[in-house]
């Protein structure tokens, strides 16, 4: 029979043990040696005691591998007698086997909680989590950018920064949600839910800008609007106008037949005449304007590409210079040379040109007028263009309706353009919001 290494060993130790009682027997009992006895005695028991740790050398394997698992270290290696025999070496190649398995499985789920938390911090809807305690667990980075708070670890923290959306969150029942506007880029949408984990309760709640939602639907029913009244207009002002110019000839054509005779004095010929060229004109002009409106229903799609949008600026400021600014305004650029931009550049040329037309009009009575273009990019990788003048600024009455379609300030204002280019932005993924103090000046926001 052919024994491992720690069977022998095993074998040696019985056996020397053997002897060693044998022997002590014979000193004590034989020869009445007894000191030489006690020696063997101590002998046999320091023997009995390295057999006793040599056998359970196993099973404290088994507990140092059963420690390890518990409190999730598996940086161990079981190697180190592995020259006993197969059966050790097996046992600690399963040991070993074990351990790798483990340290996958927790290099795994690390990998997905990394993922996880990279979805959740960069999900385009606000998270927000908190104990029941009011310690804060969760709060990516959308949550932060609406709540405009960049660091919070107790709920109870957002009192002093907004106490209206505080108090509206802290006394959210579970399941509901609600509507808030905290300022004019913001129209968010508040839901709560509750769940359990590890015996706590959290809240969780989920914070949505539905602005441009709003806008989207506003948009579209004014396009449906539009479409009805040009239908509409077209149908009434076209012969309108046509009849018109027709008795404006038959009478003209009258006179001349008749070698200047009339059937009315020349001051009754003349009002008829002006009633119905103003009735012409006016119906022509009201044709044109309605034609004008076409293209708030008609935006083409945007052909997107990837362009330097300080390229893109600085061609509209040169239009602009060239036009309504000329050299009474001073324009200010401050955009990084590799801002990359993914733009339809045609469609954003015409909001910027609408944008600093309207900034250089009004700037008309202001000393030193300038006008900043600032464009940066976000940790979230967001472009924003500010367009920023030092005119009279705009009331806020009129600032809350500036975007509405055919709603404008100027008496010879269409009152298209903000809309428009407002539309455009969404076609974009983005948007265009302003903000205005009386006597300061306004700023006009492209988000990109």
Not at 19 to 46: D, K, N, P, Q
Not at 399 to 411: A, G, H, M, N
Request: proline share 2%.
């Amino acid at each position: 029979m052919i024994f491992n290494r720690f069977e022998w060993t095993l074998l040696v130790r019985i056996i020397l043990l053997a002897a060693s009682m044998l022997l002590c027997l014979y000193f004590v009992f034989h020869t009445e040696r007894y000191v030489s006895g006690v020696i063997i005695s101590l002998l046999v028991i320091y023997q009995i005691y390295e057999l006793y740790q040599y056998v359970l050398e196993a099973n404290r394997k088994l507990t140092r591998f059963l420690e390890a698992v518990k409190y999730s270290d598996f940086t161990a290696g079981f190697n180190k007698d592995s020259q006993l025999g197969e059966s050790f070496r097996n046992l600690n190649r399963m040991f070993n086997e074990v351990f790798d398995a483990f340290r996958k499985a927790r290099a795994e789920k690390e990998e997905h909680w990394q993922y996880l938390k990279t979805v959740v911090q960069h999900v385009n809807v606000g998270l927000l989590s908190y104990d029941e305690s009011g310690n804060i667990e969760l709060l990516n980075n959308t949550a932060r950018r609406y709540l405009k708070a960049h660091q919070m670890t107790k709920i109870r923290e957002l009192s002093k920064i907004n106490p209206e959306l505080y108090d509206l969150i802290l006394k959210l029942p579970t399941g509901t949600k609600t509507l808030i506007k905290p300022s004019v880029d913001l129209h968010l949408s508040i839901n709560a839910t509750e769940l359990r984990l590890r015996g706590s309760t959290y809240k969780l709640v989920s914070i949505q800008n539905i602005l441009s939602e709003l806008q989207q639907q506003e948009i579209e029913a004014w396009q449906n609007l539009t479409k009805v009244l040009r239908h509409e207009i077209m149908n009434s002002i076209t012969p309108i106008a046509s009849l018109a110019g027709t008795a404006i000839d038959i009478i003209q054509e009258d006179v001349e037949r008749q070698n200047g005779s009339m059937l009315f004095d020349q001051e009754a010929y003349d009002d008829i005449n002006m009633s119905l060229r103003t009735i012409e004109n006016r119906s022509k002009g009201l044709v044109t304007f309605v034609e004008a409106y076409r293209n708030f229903t008609n935006i083409p799609q945007p052909d997107f590409e990837r362009v330097k949008l300080k390229n893109v600026i600085e061609e509209v400021v040169k239009l602009i210079q060239a036009g309504v600014a000329r050299d009474r305004v001073a324009i200010e650029v401050t955009v990084p040379d590799n801002l990359i931009v993914r733009i339809d550049s045609k469609l954003i040329e015409m909001v910027l040109i609408n944008i600093l037309k309207n900034a250089a009009e009004a700037l008309d009575e202001t000393e030193e007028p300038t006008i900043k273009i600032v464009a940066h990019a976000d940790q979230e990788q967001r472009v924003f263009v500010d367009v920023t003048d030092n005119g009279s600024g705009i009331e806020p009455e009129a600032l809350e309706r500036i975007f509405i379609p055919f709603y404008t300030t100027k008496r010879d204002g269409s009152g298209i353009g903000l809309s428009l280019s407002q539309r455009i932005m969404q076609m974009h993924q983005g948007n265009l919001t302003a903000t205005s103090e009386v006597g300061q000046g306004t700023t006009f926001t492209l988000q990109m």
